[in-house]
């Protein structure tokens, strides 16, 4: 299922979509595409951000790409609706409640970063964000109040959505290098405590072998521009997650490079790039579209268990990378190819 969304959306999703259809010939494979709308342009067309038709095609598919939601045309506060309506609700329906997001800077692409290659050298960490719970999902609401108005929003998790999503993450480390890092805020909230109190425990009980390990949520934000390198998997709850991780693609030079896998049950993963829909740039033809291409890769590893296919469309995009080619948002101020261009060389290289 595509769902390119709005702004350069469905720009950087019909390059990803070629792609595939590339892996499709090289593999022997057959995919088969459906389109439909969500974001700002569904609210245009059906008054609703994710429209029940399109929830329920989705449903029915074995994976979903998406390319990005909102823009300034929807912005207005006063809204009955807005696009981030639809990507919060296509979250809780499929049940996607553990958010992969892997940070690994190309060796290409090291001074395309703002921080100093020796910093961010060898990093590698895989973040696992709780992705249907928390505050954006909790009670909210706004009150009169003496002073004018009050806004509230609530930050609540239960014992069993922490347990699930730490045993992906502990799962992924297990797999990988063997250490855990749970970041919380427990000296102020008390949800952190709840993280803090079920994880150690998960961990004691079921994966004794790794190495665990408890930041601050403050203190990570620090930790991940000054010593990145010693983090393997790092699992937290929703909103530090989508801060936190918008705050590592600084590692890799670019928004435009991450790619993102979001599973649980009982619905297909969803794929997308972090990035948004970037309408300053929209129909430019200048948006990177390797966020979103590398998705398409977790998106063949992940739903389709097709391994060497997703290792062979990474490999390609470091290829391209190591041939020298850029976007414009990895440039650094040199000559730089667009969507297409990117896209066809990748698929060239594949």
């Known amino acids: ?26 593999f022997g494979r057959r995919f088969q595409f459906e389109t439909r709308p969500m974001g700002g342009n569904a609210i245009d067309s059906h008054g609703d951000p994710l429209p029940e038709e399109t929830l329920a095609a989705c449903r029915q598919a074995d994976a979903v790409l998406l390319g990005a939601v909102g823009g300034p045309k929807w912005d207005d506060p006063r809204a009955k ?21 892997p940070i690994k800077p190309f060796s290409q692409l090291l001074a395309a ?7 961010i050298e060898g990093t590698d960490i895989l ?44 799962e992924a480390a297990r797999r990988r290098r063997g250490k855990l890092t749970m970041v919380d805020k427990a000296n102020v909230l008390d949800a952190s405590r709840l993280w803090r109190s079920v994880t150690a425990r998960i961990m004691a009980e079921e994966f004794p072998e790794l190495t665990y390990e408890v930041v601050l949520v403050d203190a990570m934000a620090m930790h991940l521009l000054s010593r990145p390198r010693d983090f393997d998997v790092v699992v937290t709850e929703n909103l530090f997650g989508d801060i936190l991780t918008d705050e590592g693609s600084m590692l890799t030079g670019s928004m435009g490079l991450l790619p993102s896998a979001a599973l649980g049950t009982p619905g297909p993963g969803l794929y997308e790039p972090i990035h948004g829909s970037a309408p300053d740039i929209a129909g430019q033809g200048i948006a990177n ?18 391994e ?15 041939a020298g080619h850029r976007t414009r948002d990895i440039a ?4 730089s190819v667009g969507t297409q261009k990117m896209g066809a060389l990748v698929i060239a290289a594949l």
């Open 1 to 26: 299922m595509l769902l390119p969304g709005d702004g350069i959306g469905p720009e950087v999703v019909q390059e990803a979509t070629k792609v595939l259809e590339a892996v499709a010939r090289k």
């Open 81 to 101: 609706t807005r696009p981030e309506a639809g990507l919060l609700k296509i979250r809780k329906e499929l049940g996607l409640f553990a958010n992969l997001r």
């Open 113 to 119: 970063s703002p921080l100093r290659r020796e910093i």
């Open 127 to 170: 973040f696992v964000r709780e992705l249907t719970g928390g505050i954006y999902f909790g009670e909210s609401g706004r009150r009169p109040h003496a002073s004018g108005e009050e806004a509230y929003n609530v930050m609540s998790y239960t014992t069993g959505e922490v347990e699930r999503v730490v045993r992906v993450a502990a």
């Open 289 to 306: 579209p390797l966020g979103t291409i590398l998705a398409a890769a977790m998106l063949l590893r992940y739903s389709l268990s097709m």
């Open 308 to 322: 060497q296919e997703a290792v062979a469309v990474e490999t390609a995009v470091s290829a391209v990378l190591t």
């Open 332 to 335: 650094a101020g040199q000559a």
